[in-house]
C-alpha cells in the first residue's frame, strides 16, 4: 500500500474522456506523491478502526519468527517492504522467487526471511537492479470468499467526493469501467464534513453484494473509512480488495492512500513517516527547500517559476529537437538561496550538460533571480553553458546584473530563443 499510485478510481469519473497530446512534442511529467509503505497504511487503518489482517513487522529473521509466534494463527503470509508493485512475481539477489510468500509451515518462516532481509527485490517497476529489502510484514493470512472494489475520491469533475464501488473486487478497475460500467456504482456525498448519508452507505453495500450481519459489518467499514478519508486529508482512499471472507468477516485487504501535500502543516506525523529510501535523491532534496523537482532523462537543466511555464519550456525543447532533464519549479516566491539550492541539485545530475533559466517575474523578483544565479554560479563554479530568459517584474535591473556579473550567461529574448540556444550550446 502506498501513495505513489496514480488515481485509478478518477478514471471512472471523467466518462472515458482523455486528451491525447503529440508524443514529439510534449513532455509527460509525474506527479510526485507521499509514499507510505504498506504495513505504515495499515496502521492507519486500524487507528481508525478499519478491519486489516492481524500483523506484525520485522528487521531480522529472529523478529520474524517471533511474530509468528505472537500472530498465533495457522497460516501466514510474508511480504516484502517496497514500494514497487509487482511483488509477488519478482525475484530476490539471493536466488529466492516472490517477494509475498503464503505458508502454513510456521517454523520455515525464519529461513524464508534470510533470503529477503539484506537482498535485492527486482520487480517489473523497480529500476536497475532492484531494491534492499529491510522490513518485512508478517501477518494473517485469510481466505477470501468474495472480493469487491471500493474507492473514496476527491473529484473535481463531480464537484466533490465520490464514493466508488464494485461487486468485483481484485481485477483492473479502469479495465472494468470500459468494458463493465453497470458493474460500477457511484454516490456523490453531498457534505464533505458530514460523509455519506447511512441510506447512501447502506446502496453501496448492498450493491458491492453484502447481505445480513456481513452487510453492517460493511457499512460500518464504509464509514470508518470516511472519517480515516477526512482525518488524514487523503485525496483518495482505494480498497482492493474490499473483501469477505468464508466465515463472514469483512475484510479490507490492501489499500492505496493518496494524500493531501498542501495538508502537510496538519499532518506532520505522516508526512514525516514518508519512505524515501526508493525516491530520487534530488527529489528528497529538493523538498528540503520547498522545490519541486522531477528528473528526466535528458540533458537540459530546466530552472523555471511555475509549474505551466515549466511544462511549456520542457514542450519548447523538445519541440527544437532537445531533450529536457528534469521539471524544476522554483515557485512564486523564491529566494537568493532556493535559486543557489536549485542550480546545485541540477548540477548533482551528471547528464545536464546545459542549463536554461526561464524566469516570468510576476510575483518573484527578476532582480532577485538573478542574483541568485550569480551568487549559485560562484559557489557551484559552474561551468555548464547557461541560458538565460527574463520577463517581468525587475527585468532591466536584472538583465543589467547579469550583463555586469562578468559570467558567460547566454541572454534570450524570448522562449524559442532560449530554447533554440540551449539546444545549439549541446
Request: glycine share 8%.
Amino acid at each position: 500500500m502506498a501513495a505513489m499510485y496514480g488515481t485509478l478510481a478518477r478514471a471512472l469519473l471523467r466518462n472515458g474522456a482523455v486528451r491525447k497530446l503529440p508524443s514529439q512534442s510534449c513532455c509527460v511529467v509525474p506527479l510526485r506523491h507521499l509514499n507510505l509503505q504498506e504495513y505504515q497504511s495499515k496502521e492507519l487503518m486500524v487507528k481508525y478502526g478499519i478491519n486489516t489482517q492481524k500483523f506484525r513487522m520485522a528487521e531480522t529473521p529472529q523478529q520474524a519468527d517471533r511474530a509468528v509466534k505472537e500472530l498465533n494463527v495457522v497460516e501466514v503470509v510474508v511480504k516484502a517492504q517496497i514500494l514497487a508493485g509487482g511483488r509477488g512475481k519478482g525475484v530476490f539477489s539471493s536466488g529466492l522467487q516472490g517477494g509475498v510468500k503464503v505458508t502454513k509451515d510456521l517454523a520455515s518462516v525464519k529461513d524464508l526471511t534470510s533470503k529477503m532481509f539484506g537482498y535485492k527485490l527486482k520487480t517489473k517497476q523497480t529500476t536497475g537492479d532492484g531494491v534492499l529489502v529491510q522490513k518485512v510484514m508478517v501477518a494473517e493470512a485469510l481466505d477470501i470468499a468474495r472480493e469487491c472494489y471500493f474507492a473514496i475520491v476527491l473529484d473535481r469533475t463531480a464537484g466533490g467526493v465520490v464514493l466508488v464501488g464494485s461487486p468485483r473486487g481484485g481485477v483492473d478497475i479502469e479495465e472494468l469501467a470500459e468494458t463493465a460500467p453497470e458493474a460500477i456504482h457511484k454516490e456523490l456525498v453531498a457534505d464533505f464534513e458530514k460523509g455519506p448519508t447511512d441510506q447512501q452507505v447502506t446502496n453501496m453495500a448492498k450493491f458491492m453484494g453484502f447481505e445480513g450481519a456481513p452487510l453492517k459489518e460493511a457499512v460500518k467499514q464504509i464509514h470508518a473509512l470516511y472519517k480515516m478519508f477526512l482525518g488524514v486529508d487523503a485525496t483518495q482512499v482505494e480498497i482492493n480488495p474490499f473483501g469477505e471472507t468464508p466465515d463472514k468477516r469483512v475484510v479490507c485487504f490492501d489499500a492505496k492512500i493518496n494524500f493531501d501535500d498542501n495538508a502537510k502543516f496538519r499532518q506532520k506525523e505522516i508526512f514525516d513517516r514518508e519512505d524515501t529510501s526508493e525516491s530520487d535523491p534530488r527529489e528528497v532534496e529538493a523538498t528540503k527547500y520547498n522545490l519541486s523537482y522531477i528528473g528526466m532523462s535528458g540533458n537540459i537543466g530546466c530552472l523555471v517559476n511555475g509549474a505551466g511555464l515549466a511544462m511549456a519550456t520542457m514542450d519548447i525543447i523538445k519541440l527544437h529537437k532537445g531533450e529536457p532533464a528534469n521539471f524544476l519549479d522554483v515557485g512564486g516566491g523564491a529566494s537568493e538561496d532556493q535559486v543557489k539550492q536549485a542550480f546545485r541539485i541540477l548540477t548533482m545530475d551528471p547528464q545536464v550538460k546545459a542549463i536554461l533559466v526561464n524566469i516570468f517575474g510576476g510575483i518573484v523578483n527578476c532582480a532577485t533571480i538573478a542574483n541568485g544565479i550569480i551568487k549559485a554560479c560562484k559557489d557551484t563554479k559552474l561551468a555548464l553553458p547557461m541560458i538565460v530568459r527574463l520577463e517581468g517584474t525587475n527585468v532591466d535591473k536584472a538583465r543589467e546584473i547579469l550583463r555586469n556579473s562578468g559570467l558567460a550567461i547566454t541572454p534570450a529574448s524570448d522562449l524559442t530563443d532560449a530554447a533554440q540556444k540551449a539546444v545549439a550550446s549541446l
